[in-house]
């Protein structure tokens, strides 16, 4: 597995020249030579002419192209009426759909049998490799990150499919993420099931995965993560780390903190209780639901006045927050931030095989990593 490190600072680069660094030349060599070993393997004869690595990257530069151009059907972009000649004349349309769908980057008849029934994701494995191996050279100069869920859109079968409700894609792969408040990407680990490469899982699956991600931000870092990954046990053990945490938690996860029934508060109240060591703070606070929350860094104060809209007046008043609501709203939605930007310009393929919508989602995650690499640089 990639190790990290931390670049030092140097000049600014373009965002393709960012690209680079997650696909690497190396990457496509192996897209190329094992897209025609599978192909040879497969219809016993070699592809002529052969597929070679500068014809991949135009295979991927013409994918970033139509996820900026959304065309009803791939096969309109080559039509005498809707014609693309930036693509077009790059690839012909039959070439175009021959590496996709022969396309590879791992031999099949390499892999032992009994990794492939270790890594599920096995044929993607090189990939997944290189670009979190740049994730992890990002320099981590910030201080605040948020964990959450990631979702890979997928409707084919496959073991590791995932339903997750409330995401806007809840059908496909599962992917944990770490990022930087604004949305960089800097880790990741995709759902595997019990073959997930986890170290520690003596506190459950949400929090091994926390765990498992923050080995790579420096100590004193501050986490924020929602109610599927926190339990108090994964604060007290981020603690002995140098990590603080921040998080929405359930009800039946913590004993011994009593609060006030959700009925007799009204909206903006708070109730704070900490625990006997003073190290983790669990606040209740109701806007327009109660919502638990706890803290080994940040408390109820001070306190702050945020807009919510009231239904009763139809109009905005000012509603007491407490602190560690405020920085949570502030710093958790990275992922989010993301998703929404790969969702934008998501490189579509109509596909049931499993291998190529995560080859297509790295691919987008590489795009808009880069593109946050160059604006923040």
Not at 188 to 202: A, I, K, M, V, Y
Not at 228 to 253: H, Q, V
Not at 279 to 290: A, E, G, L, R, Y
Not at 323 to 344: A, F, L, P, R
């Amino acid at each position: 597995m990639p190790t990290l490190i931390s670049e030092p600072t140097e000049e600014v680069l373009t965002p393709s020249e960012y690209f680079n660094r997650y696909f690497t030349e190396e990457i496509y060599e192996l897209f190329a030579f094992n897209t025609n070993v599978y192909y040879q393997s497969s219809f016993n004869k070699q592809l002529n002419p052969p597929v070679t690595a500068t014809e991949i990257k135009k295979f991927f530069g013409i994918n970033g192209i139509l996820g900026c151009i959304r065309y009803p059907r791939i096969k309109m972009v080559w039509m005498q009426r809707f014609r693309l000649s930036c693509i077009a004349e790059a690839m012909a349309r039959e070439r175009f759909f021959l590496l996709r769908v022969n396309l590879h980057i791992v031999d099949k008849g390499s892999v032992s049998p009994e990794i492939q029934t270790q890594n599920k994701l096995w044929l993607v494995q090189p990939l997944i490799d290189a670009v979190r191996g740049r994730c992890l050279q990002i320099p981590r100069d910030q201080s605040h990150f948020s964990i959450d869920e990631q979702m890979v859109p997928f409707l084919g079968k496959r073991p590791v499919r995932q339903f997750v409700k409330g995401k806007p894609r809840p059908v496909g792969l599962k992917n944990y993420v770490v990022t930087s408040s604004k949305g960089l990407v800097l880790d990741f680990e995709l759902h595997q099931g019990d073959t997930t490469p986890l170290s520690d899982r003596s506190l459950g699956l949400g929090p091994a995965i926390v765990l498992r991600l923050i080995n790579t931000l420096p100590r004193g870092s501050f986490v924020y993560f929602d109610r599927y990954f926190t339990t108090i046990p994964l604060l007290e053990k981020m603690l002995t780390l140098g990590i603080e945490g921040t998080g929405t938690i359930i009800t039946n996860r913590f004993k011994g903190y009593q609060f006030p029934k959700d009925s007799s508060m009204n909206r903006g109240d708070y109730h704070e209780v900490v625990n006997n060591k003073k190290d983790i703070c669990v606040i209740k606070w109701k806007d327009s639901k109660t919502v638990l929350t706890c803290s080994t860094a940040i408390g109820a104060l001070p306190l702050h006045k945020v807009q919510r809209y009231d239904k009763v007046t139809k109009s905005y008043i000012e509603v007491i927050c407490p602190d560690m609501i405020k920085n949570y709203n502030e710093h958790m939605g990275g992922v989010d931030v993301s998703d929404q930007m790969m969702e934008v310009y998501r490189s579509w393929h109509k596909t049931r095989k499993c291998p190529i919508k995560l080859i297509m989602h790295l691919f987008d995650l590489a795009m808009v990593n880069s593109w946050y690499e160059y604006r923040q640089s």
